[in-house]
């Protein structure tokens, strides 16, 4: 039912009466979120322990003189405050994104005179005027409508526009989707036709600003290794502060030198002090964020990175994320045979231009909606040079769609006057029924639509008549249609989808489709793309009548969720959070936007995808392209291996510093390290444990493995024996150095530097045999590790400064060393690079025999 208002004779509200429903109301926005200044942002941030933890250290260093270390950790504090600062800053923008999509510009009559004022302004009762391309400003409903279709997807997931209808002043109103509704909805897109229609919510009551709630409801996540890394940090500092004191009370109680106790307590601390674990940390996270923009992904929040590791369950949209949200011409049907156009060639067979020829006909010239602009450029292609293009034909009169008949047509004058041409196209159901076919034949054609709408295409028929010159008729059964054929039309796969699922199921990521769309559709391209289950479906009516243990039954086996609404989808994801899954969901729109943000990593389309998605989401593909989603559980997986080798690192290169420096002093013997040499090796393993690991290549099975068990901590036990004997292994190889140069008689400095000598020559083969898992030294050496070649070169160039340049090896206490010395050094080096390879050989035979 179509029904059209004079405009001239709608008043509106006038300006008192708007005033008064500002003041009731208020502005058709979202409220903003309360914003916190940039104090009290950096007093939260320094309530983490590791934050607390690098500020301690660094007024450590400055009580001891060392103000250049000092002041890189400050630098690091400022960072993380930094960056901290600004990801606040970012998850605050979703409301402010949703707020200015749902408040466009809008046309109202008000005073009796038509009026455009910004959307903001809408207030409940104003009646608003409706046209191609128009954002709807507010949700209303339809006073006067002439082929209105509504896009919707935004809020439903559904591709295709839907058509509405008048309101009879009864029905209530209704969510979001459907066809011949008398409702629209804030934030909606007209793509054809035009209305008047009347405002019945705005702002928070709105079905987007019911989004806007549920967004600032969800509550953002520490990840998991945020919070294993703060545990670590906190039993490393424990262990450190207990050995600290312990080595001031004996030094003290030991030698009655409380002063130089305190000061071999500062320099154990300066080796305990767990400053790397938060340094890493925030380089991997970084780094990993610009190694993804590389492969066309866009990180928003850096912790999300290392999650991708562990991703256990993608939930894809499939409007706009599997698909490429748009209309293409992919069959054609003609006498009862089918023919599929071939998008590379510039012609179609001669037996279907007039069914191009009268599609083209019964669209608008200008169109807005999506299937008349794939009909205008196919048109347009391959008819070009034929007789079937007919630019001097003018339209004079269009039958609108209408409830009551699912058809539009045109009525065409042709340049010789002789007669009318009509052009139909509309439901392959009414363009039969136009045409007043036999019994047979309709039966023939509806066969034929069975056929293509199993190949998941919308169908659509055309139809075409004649008519003399004389009054056009009211209805469109008083002219005598032809049936001529129909087309079909599908929302593309993305060619990548197919290989991407794939592997993610080889690397053990289940992919769930989450879509509004109809669950025959959604079953279609879940065989086409090689999903799991395809024929297992849970609609939207059927999921709101589980209960959430009912849910999480279910859906470990279901992976197609059709029909649904945006809680649902929030649902879905908190059911699979619930079932312990770690869960990742891609999506595009405003009614993905509470899933992604709730999602342990959201994912969102960069081209086509809402600023509400981009803003609520994790990360961002910036060029659409689903297989950056695999980049992106790659690099993840490798940015948790290498985070992982660098905290085995630091444990381990950490054992033989502290011992080295609390066991002297319990068992009586000369001092071996002083500051300056704590120093010198931190120069080595600051930027070893983070640039040079995270710069590492992936192992190769890093994607045909399954996700990492979630209870598996990042420093396992493994892990840590691990660590503990190569620790282990280095401080023996100092303790033995050490005493065997004083018992042949070397002084203090003879033996302090060859046992420096050996310490910084273990650290660089600690550095090189735990960058890999799975290769040996050399094939690690190959893999032209920048980082790691500067690392190197830099240490051994230090090294020979400090033992070689007399003001330097003063500074370190340091003996000058002859050849016999410097070969006994490195003889302890390679016996701890022997030891170490072939522990890593026996680790990857067992776990090949295992596999």
Not at 57 to 70: H, M, P, T, V
Not at 287 to 300: D, E, I, Q
Not at 341 to 359: G, K, R, V
């Amino acid at each position: 039912m179509e029904r059209n208002i004079d405009v001239e004779l709608i008043k509106g509200l006038s300006t008192l009466e708007v005033t008064k429903r500002l003041v009731k109301n208020g502005y058709n926005e979202l409220p903003a979120q309360k914003r916190r200044n940039i104090f009290l942002i950096f007093l939260g941030v320094l309530k983490e322990p590791m934050l607390l933890l690098l500020l301690g250290s660094g007024f450590i260093y400055l009580l001891i003189g060392e103000a250049r270390d000092a002041y890189m950790l400050l630098t690091f504090v400022c960072v993380v405050v930094g960056i901290t600062f600004y990801q606040e800053r970012k998850t605050e923008r979703a409301l402010d994104a949703l707020k200015n999509l749902s408040s466009p510009r809008a046309l109202v009559i008000r005073n009796g005179k038509e009026e455009r004022i910004a959307g903001r302004e809408v207030v409940v009762d104003d009646i608003i005027i409706l046209r191609e391309g128009d954002r709807v400003p507010a949700d209303a409903v339809i006073l006067s409508t002439t082929n209105l279709l509504i896009d919707e997807s935004l809020l439903t997931g559904e591709s295709i526009p839907v058509r509405k209808n008048v309101w009879d002043y009864k029905t209530k109103p209704t969510r979001p989707g459907g066809e011949d509704l008398p409702f629209i909805f804030s934030g909606t897109m007209v793509t054809q036709g035009r209305g008047i229609a009347k405002v019945i919510k705005t702002g928070v009551e709105t079905e987007m600003g019911k989004i806007g709630k549920s967004l600032s409801s969800i509550q953002d996540e520490d990840t998991l290794l945020q919070k294993e890394i703060g545990e670590i940090t906190k039993k490393f500092a424990i262990m450190g502060a207990v050995l600290c004191l312990a080595v001031v009370i004996i030094y003290g109680l030991t030698r009655g030198n409380w002063l130089q106790g305190f000061l071999a307590g500062l320099t154990l601390s300066m080796a305990m002090l767990p400053e790397e674990f938060s340094v890493v940390l925030l380089v991997f996270m970084t780094l990993g964020a610009w190694r993804m923009s590389k492969h066309k992904v866009l990180t928003r929040k850096t912790a999300a990175i290392e999650t991708l590791g562990a991703a256990t369950a993608l939930c894809v949209d499939k409007t706009g994320t599997l698909t490429l949200n748009k209309m293409q011409l992919d069959g054609m049907m003609d006498n009862h045979a089918f023919y599929r156009p071939d998008e590379t060639a510039q012609t179609i067979d001669d037996n279907y231009h007039a069914l191009m020829e009268y599609s083209v006909l019964a669209s608008q010239k200008d169109p807005f909606d999506p299937i008349e602009k794939e009909i205008k450029n196919k048109g347009e292609k391959y008819l070009k040079d034929t007789e079937h293009i007919h630019e001097d034909w003018h339209l004079i009169r269009e039958y609108p769609l209408s409830k009551e008949l699912l058809a539009v047509s045109h009525v065409w004058g042709s340049p010789d006057k002789s007669s009318y041409v009509i052009a139909a196209k509309g439901a392959p159901e009414t363009i039969i029924d136009l045409c007043h076919l036999p019994r047979e034949e309709a039966d023939a054609i509806l066969s034929d639509i069975k056929r293509m709408s199993q190949k998941g295409l919308r169908v659509i028929g055309v139809a075409k008549a004649l008519f003399n010159k004389k009054e056009l008729p009211t209805l469109q059964h008083d002219f005598a249609f032809e049936f001529i054929g129909l087309l079909g039309f599908v929302d593309p796969v993305r060619k990548s989808i197919a290989d991407s699922v794939k592997d993610c199921y080889g690397a053990g990521v289940r992919v769930i489709m989450i879509t509004g769309d109809y669950p025959g559709t959604a079953s279609f391209i879940a065989h086409e793309i090689g999903l799991k289950n395809p024929d297992l479906f849970i609609t939207g009516p059927e999921l709101a009548k589980m209960s959430h243990t009912e849910l999480r039954k279910k859906i470990g086996e279901v992976n197609i969720f059709a029909r649904v609404v945006p809680e649902q989808k929030l649902a879905i994801v908190n059911a699979l959070k619930a079932n312990g899954e770690i869960v990742a969901m891609t999506g595009d729109g405003v009614n993905d936007a509470p899933a992604l943000k709730s999602a342990h990593i959201g994912i969102a389309m960069g081209e086509r995808g809402t600023d509400v998605a981009r803003e609520s989401a994790d990360l961002v593909l910036l060029n659409d392209d689903f297989s950056s989603i695999k980049e992106a559980l790659r690099l993840g997986r490798r940015i948790f291996d290498n985070l992982q080798k660098a905290i085995a690192y630091i444990f381990a290169v950490h054992l033989p510093i502290a011992g080295i420096s609390f066991l002297p002093i319990v068992f009586n013997l000369p001092i071996v390290l002083f500051p300056a040499h704590i120093a010198f090796l931190e120069l080595i393993i600051d930027p070893a444990c983070s640039v040079v690991f995270e710069a590492e290549k992936e192992e190769r099975n890093v994607m045909s493995r399954p996700p990492r068990n979630l209870k598996k901590p990042l420093f396992d036990r493994a892990t840590f024996f691990l660590s503990l004997l190569q620790g282990l292994s280095i401080l023996t190889s100092l303790i033995i150095v050490f005493l065997l140069v004083l018992r042949r008689g070397g002084g203090e400095n003879d033996a302090r530097t060859i046992a420096f000598v050996v310490i910084v020559l273990s650290n660089l083969v600690l550095i090189i045999t735990n960058l890999s898992k799975t290769e040996h030294i050399f094939q690690i050496l190959a893999n032209k590790n920048k980082s790691l070649y500067y690392v190197l070169a830099g240490t051994l160039f230090f090294l020979l400064l400090v033992l070689y340049v007399p003001f330097l090896r003063s500074i370190f206490h340091f003996s000058l060393l002859h050849a016999n010395d410097i070969l006994l050094g490195v003889s302890f080096a390679l016996f701890n690079l022997v030891w170490f390879e072939g522990l890593k050989m026996i680790r990857v035979s067992r776990r090949t025999v295992t596999e």
